[in-house]
């Protein structure tokens, strides 16, 4: 298991951090090209939710491993971070930037569930030795 979750994990991760970076960096281009001009104010908030994309799909990577040993209470906890995070700062970063701000929001919720999965993972697949 800790073998297949290692595999994966670090696969999902490479990918997502390889394709949000990706979006980051060349937002402007791939909404011009997708979208049109008509939605160019569109591409801070797309810079800001590709960096939430990277933290949600490698917090999400950890989920199945949490699923096939039951420990459920576990996202429960993770998703509780996330909401928590976004429920501190989706007022204050709304009202100062905007739509922008929501992005920042939920990625600060992503951001701050995303150490309770390490540490839920390590504690789950190495657990202290006595």
Do not use: M
């Amino acid at each position: 298991l800790k073998k297949a979750f290692i595999k994966s994990t670090l696969l999902v991760s490479a990918i997502s951090i390889l394709l949000g970076l990706g979006l980051y960096f060349f937002a402007h281009p791939v909404v011009l090209l997708i979208l049109g001009p008509v939605w160019l104010e569109t591409v801070p908030a797309l810079k800001v939710l590709s960096l939430y994309g990277v933290a949600k799909s490698i917090t999400n990577a950890f989920f199945p491993v949490f699923l096939a040993t039951k420990r459920q209470d576990y996202i429960t906890w993770i998703s509780l971070a996330s909401v928590i995070g976004l429920g501190f700062t989706i007022l204050p970063f709304v009202a100062k930037w905007g739509i922008v701000g929501a992005g920042l929001s939920a990625t600060c919720g992503s951001l701050v569930s995303l150490p309770l999965s390490f540490y839920f993972a390590k504690r789950l697949l190495w657990p202290a030795t006595k």
